[in-house]
């Protein structure tokens, strides 16, 4: 079975960092796009970030320039790492895994991309 397993969630205060790993198991993941994705309360789930297979990279504008997204294929895992933290990024962040025929260049922000999702990690940014 394929799992997918935030860690590194936690409180901060504004300004500061943080890094989320997520490790997959059950499946290799390394030709294939892996995101971050978050959702706040009462909010929809909105993209982040995404890196292909071939390491193509995508970013909501919004975090752009303080997010970082990289992969370790060997480790099957996909890191983010958050720097300048907001207020606004309060929300649970949700790695994600494209689906099976997606693109090894390409990236998507379309979360009906992605096949395999995790359980999520809460990102609190205090003001």
């Known amino acids: 079975q394929v799992q997918l397993v935030e860690s590194g969630g936690g409180l901060v205060q504004a300004g500061g960092s943080l890094r989320l790993s997520c490790e997959a198991s059950?499946?290799?993941?390394?030709?294939?796009?892996l995101g971050w994705f978050r959702q706040a309360p009462g909010k929809e789930r909105d993209f982040v970030a995404t890196?292909?297979?071939?390491?193509?990279?995508l970013y909501t504008d919004s975090v752009k320039g303080r997010f970082t997204i990289s992969r370790d294929n060997a480790k099957n895992t996909v890191d983010l790492q958050m720097n300048s933290l907001k207020p606004e990024d309060t929300a649970v962040y949700y790695c994600?895994?494209?689906?099976?025929?997606?693109?090894?260049?390409?990236?998507?922000?379309?979360?009906?991309?992605?096949?395999?999702w995790g359980q999520g990690t809460q990102v609190t940014v205090s003001s």
């Open positions: 890196i292909s297979g071939s390491g193509s990279v």
């Open positions: 059950g499946r290799t993941f390394t030709t294939r796009g």
């Open positions: 994600a895994a494209r689906n099976e025929r997606g693109s090894y260049y390409s990236t998507s922000r379309d979360p009906a991309q992605y096949a395999y």
